[in-house]
């Protein structure tokens, strides 16, 4: 039962530093989003009221009420549109905002593939499954946006080459489906092929529709997820990461991912020689963060959530709920939530994609 409420923790959890330039560069008009919790600035609020993320106390650090966001405050994308003097990307669920400068397809809880991979493996039923939103349907719902942006072939082609498209962290999910329907490692790591080519099929629309600036982004250590820590604890010891705390066979599945994933961008990059595609590495830096978060500020560490309650990892009751709480200073923590980031942490992050070396190229040195 525990573990049941894990995944649904995991699955529908919307699933600081600010990083500031002194003169934001207008290198794009505007910025298109797609990816999971760890992008979405509040679709899934908007789909699912009851999400956590449209509740206090996120959103407390930066905005100072809930917005969307599964976090205290901004997300890495949130300091990548600032950093590159545009406004924060709103939800295309927005409907009330304008989407000229850019637009964010990402929700809370998307997997790369359809549901139907997973309810074809009996991972799913049919009747217990969360929102079908896949990578396909968030470029789906880009199609139909489009027509409101630009009117023809050449004008799309040309919108398109002057703005900056950010494929998300898609894997997460789909992984964590397996592992909390308690498929071994070897199984949930074998879909990891098809959730690459995925990604890598969706750079390629992009690229059609005129894309010529693409950042593709890696997978956190799942090893170092909270949760995953919570659900899947050992009392074998050297199953952890004794640097970092982290489970290392989950960290494992997460480098296989991302080693697939640097070649595909490789490959992309070879074949669309005229589109910079950009390798964006979520691992190393959380990493860091896990290894030696007091170095970076984070005084509190990198293995407790500042919001939630019990346990050793502080999420045995989730953030949000009546008998949770969160911390004074979440800038003080790398976890929000045991599954999100801080807005510190994320702050750290994105200085790495803007102008650091966890970027192949760097954001700010595309051009």
């Known amino acids: 039962m525990k573990l049941l409420a894990l995944s649904v923790l995991v699955l529908l959890f919307c699933f600081c530093f600010s990083f500031s330039s002194p003169l934001p560069l207008r290198r794009y008009g505007s910025i298109f989003s797609f990816g999971d919790s760890y992008t979405d600035t509040g679709n899934l609020a908007i789909l699912s009221p009851e999400s956590p993320a449209g509740h206090v106390p996120y959103g407390k650090t930066f905005f100072g009420h809930p917005n969307g966001r599964c976090s205290d405050g901004r997300l890495v994308i949130d300091f990548v549109a600032e950093a590159l003097g545009l ?24 997997t790369t593939l ?62 964590q489906l397996g592992l909390f329907a308690t498929r071994n490692l070897d199984e949930v790591r074998s879909y990891a092929p098809q959730v690459i080519k995925a990604i890598s099929t969706a750079s390629e629309r992009l690229i059609d529709e005129g894309a010529k600036h693409i950042v593709v982004a890696s997978n956190p250590p799942t090893g170092c997820n909270l949760v995953i820590l919570a659900a899947f604890q050992s009392p074998n010891g050297d199953d952890y990461d004794r640097r970092t705390g982290c489970l290392k066979k989950f960290d494992d599945l997460a480098r296989y991912h991302n080693e697939l994933l640097r070649q595909a961008v490789a490959e992309l990059g070879r074949k669309y020689p005229s589109t910079k595609i950009i390798y964006a590495d979520y691992y190393s830096p959380v ?81």
């Open 114 to 175: 359809d549901l139907s991979f997973f309810q074809s493996r009996g991972i799913l039923s049919s009747n217990a499954a969360p929102l079908n939103i896949s990578l396909d349907t968030q470029l789906g719902w880009f199609q139909q946006l489009k027509p409101t942006l630009c009117n023809s072939t050449k004008d799309c082609r040309n919108y398109f080459g002057k703005s900056l498209f950010v494929i998300g962290e898609f894997g997460i999910n789909d992984y």
């Open 287 to 367: 990493k860091r963060l896990a290894h030696s978060p007091k170095h970076f500020g984070f005084s509190n560490g990198a293995l407790r959530a500042c919001c939630g309650g019990g346990g050793p990892y502080n999420v045995s009751e989730p953030c949000g709920s009546p008998d949770s709480s969160s911390c004074n200073d979440p800038s003080t923590y790398v976890n929000w939530d045991g599954v999100h980031l801080t807005e510190a942490a994320y702050s750290h992050i994105a200085t790495g994609w803007l102008n650091g070396s966890d970027a192949e190229p760097s954001i700010l040195n595309m051009h």
């Open 87 to 110: 406004p924060l990307i709103p939800p295309y669920f927005g409907h009330d905002k304008s989407f000229r400068k850019g637009a964010n397809f990402a929700v809370g809880g998307a």
